[in-house]
């Protein structure tokens, strides 16, 4: 067997190979005709050319935040995001347990980081969305009510006394916040997703001080409205572009699908990326949970967290398309 051509060695980083066998998984598709050497033995893929990293929706990891056996027992899922400095999840919560809103480290996969951290938030309080700050070692995190942010400094001391900020005053729709976001590029502000005093939705820079907008809104596509509404907001970090949920399953049965936005932060029209979630734990049809996302760049996935009442799994999802420049 011939060493393969210049034109046909790629970067494998990011590649999964099945257990024991050596094969590309469904969630990668090698060049054509590609040499791979792989301890002792030899692999050679014969599948079409295709783009890396590029293949249908799949879901490449999923694991579940309510079994108790790692968590909390009755750990009741709010809001995940990616922690690019420590390559790891963030998931806010509350352990109905006790009824504290709590903490999370885990590695995609699920498994936990440490232990959970508690807080010292009243247990009236459930935390539903959650953005990493530029250090890495401090959080922001929305309530439920879609009303108040709070700061929290993840290296303090267990259970954490976050800063509290009210933008009650900020959010006129009926529907208030559902989702929070961070961009290192504007670090003394924050982004939300939320319905205005003229119902229409829109994503706001805030002031991380005062809530005050900086800047103008920028306004959602039509598909959504009051009965397709936002759920979560993450923010892809080079082009500061917006990746937005719709909070609906479409359909049902094999064909039920949520609706994952790109948002340009500049001009261009706003691409949806329909996830199909017929082999997700929660298949039920129309608003159900508030869908949270996150996005890692580098091997452009999307963590889909869905909080349905007797669900709450975590997704980790290959899209469709190239989301950010650094995949």
Do not use: C
């Amino acid at each position: 067997m011939s060493a393969p051509s210049q034109a046909k060695k790629v970067d494998l980083q990011g590649f999964q190979f099945s257990t024991g066998k050596g094969t590309p998984e469904a969630t990668r598709v090698l060049p054509s005709d590609l040499f791979v050497a792989l301890g002792p033995n030899f692999v050679t893929s014969t599948a079409s050319m295709t783009s890396p990293a590029v293949n249908d929706n799949q879901i490449a990891q999923s694991f579940a935040v309510s079994t108790g056996t790692l968590f909390h027992a009755n750990f009741t899922l709010g809001g995940v995001t990616w922690d690019p400095s420590r390559e790891r999840l963030i998931i806010v919560g509350k352990n109905t347990t006790s009824g504290q809103p709590s903490i999370y480290y885990t590695d995609r996969k699920g498994v936990i980081i440490g232990s959970g951290i508690a807080t010292t938030l009243a247990t009236s309080i459930t935390l539903s969305s959650v953005a990493v700050k530029t250090s890495g070692t401090d959080i922001l995190a929305l309530d439920s009510a879609g009303t108040k942010v709070y700061s929290f400094a993840l290296t303090g001391t267990s259970p954490l006394t976050p800063t509290t900020l009210d933008i009650s005053s900020y959010v006129g729709g009926t529907i208030k916040a559902t989702g929070i976001a961070y961009d290192a590029g504007t670090p003394n502000d924050f982004y939300m997703v939320a319905q205005d005093a003229s119902s229409n939705f829109t994503i706001t820079q805030r002031n991380a001080s005062t809530g005050a907008i900086v800047g103008t809104a920028w306004t959602l596509p039509a598909a959504f409205d009051a009965s397709h509404p936002p759920g979560g907001l993450a923010i892809e970090p080079v082009n500061g572009d917006f990746i937005v949920t719709r909070n609906y399953v479409n359909g049902s049965g094999a064909t039920s699908a949520i609706d994952v936005y790109a948002i340009p932060r500049g001009v261009g029209a706003a691409a949806p990326i329909s996830i199909n979630i017929s082999t997700f734990a929660n298949v039920a049809t129309g608003t159900n949970g508030k869908w949270s996302v996150a996005y890692e760049p580098i091997t452009n996935h999307i963590f889909l967290a869905d909080d349905t009442s007797g669900f709450n799994y975590i997704y980790e999802i290959i899209p469709s398309q190239l989301i950010s420049p650094q995949s």
